[in-house]
């Protein structure tokens, strides 16, 4: 350990401190997510469900975020994703305040009884990646709702950031078709999903999952991030 410390030191992803990847000083900079809204309308709503007057058949039935999506989470999650640094991850869990943690409680009693699905990365993805980070992110989850996680997804094609995309044309056709059912044929027969993602700007990419879900007949479908933009 103290050989691969020394060739490969942990420096703060917020302000370069030697030591830890997420110092006690940056770790202030992480903002709870402490306003939950209607995943549709954007307006106040207890734990983020869905109001009934904006839910449609194959809408999302809530959703909560851990934090804000700021410069710094950004950071974090650029690490994971892309320098593989899972050691990042295993580091930034116990260094947080409970109190970012508490809304889990609460969010634990709608969702009891469902199973928790990572959002999926392409094969290609996973290969190049080694490792999927929505997997490690709901792996934590687990621990707090103690949900049984679930593989009912596959992701069928790459998509673009939404946010490079100018039309409203171009982003449907991005995530039009990019998940489909492992079991083709399965009936989740009034199943209830927490669908985990790393992050949620615009939300489409949990749209497109949760369609494909409940035309398989899930139940109630939430959607739990650790970032929100």
Request: glycine residues 6%; proline residues 4%.
């Amino acid at each position: 350990m103290f050989i691969t410390e020394l060739l490969f030191p942990k420096f703060c992803l917020g302000c370069g401190f030697l030591g830890r990847y997420l110092c006690p000083s940056c770790q202030k900079q992480l903002k709870v997510h402490n306003r939950p809204t209607c995943f549709y309308c954007g307006k106040a709503s207890y734990l983020g469900l869905t109001h009934p007057g904006c839910l449609k058949k194959l809408d999302v039935d809530g959703m909560i975020s851990i934090f804000y999506y700021n410069s710094l989470l950004k950071k974090v999650i650029k690490n994971l994703k892309y320098r593989l640094a899972t050691k990042v991850w295993e580091e930034f869990w116990p260094s947080l305040n409970p109190q970012a943690l508490k809304p889990l409680l609460l969010f634990k009693e709608i969702v009891k009884d469902g199973v928790i699905q990572p959002i999926p990365l392409t094969k290609t993805k996973l290969k190049e990646r080694g490792f999927n980070q929505t997997e490690l992110i709901s792996q934590y989850f687990q621990k707090f709702l103690n949900l049984p996680m679930a593989d009912y997804l596959i992701r069928k094609k790459e998509t673009l950031a939404q946010a490079q995309l100018k039309s409203k044309k171009e982003r449907y056709h991005n995530l039009h078709g990019a998940f489909g059912l492992k079991e083709k044929k399965i009936n989740l027969s009034g199943q209830k999903i927490v669908l985990v993602d790393d992050v949620i700007t615009s939300g489409s990419t949990v749209k497109e999952a949760a369609k494909v879900l409940k035309r398989a007949n899930a139940g109630k479908i939430y959607i739990l991030s650790l970032a929100r933009g």
